[in-house]
Nanobody
Framework: QVQLVESGGGLVQPGGSLRLSCVAS????????ASWYRQAPGKERELVAALTTGGSTNYAGFVKGRFTISKDNAKNTVYLQMDNLKPEDTAVYYCKGRIQRAASWSSNDYWGQGTQVAVSS
């Protein structure tokens, strides 16, 4: 019954900012790790940012210094703060969460449905 729902996408001008949210619902103990992917038309899905169980972060080279991934366990929410957006950032952005469910010893990966980000003037 775990579900991830992304929000915060939309149309923004180059140089603008957006904050994407990914809210997990259901019988959840915690989000152990999370990541954001994106997929542009005609291109493969690519990793944008990752947050490990230990709290470290990793970013793709094309977003370093511009994007920040974070997590709020109390709200079961993962964020992607995107600053200085560029037209090439246009894509559908997907949240993936490694979630430990309540009363479970193990964690499983769940995907959100995606949210569209368009950067254009």
């Amino acid at each position: 019954q775990v579900q991830l729902v992304e929000s915060g996408g939309g149309l923004v001008q180059p140089g603008g900012s957006l904050r994407l949210s990914c809210v997990a619902s259901g019988s959840i103990f915690r989000i152990n790790a999370a990541s954001w992917y994106r997929q542009a038309p005609g291109k493969e899905r690519e990793l944008v940012a990752a947050l490990t169980t230990g709290g470290s972060t990793n970013y793709a080279g094309f977003v370093k210094g511009r994007f920040t991934i974070s997590k709020d366990n109390a709200k079961n929410t993962v964020y992607l703060q995107m600053d200085n957006l560029k037209p090439e950032d246009t894509a559908v952005y997907y949240c993936k969460g490694r979630i430990q469910r309540a009363a479970s010893w193990s964690s499983n990966d769940y995907w959100g449905q995606g949210t569209q980000v368009a950067v254009s003037s």
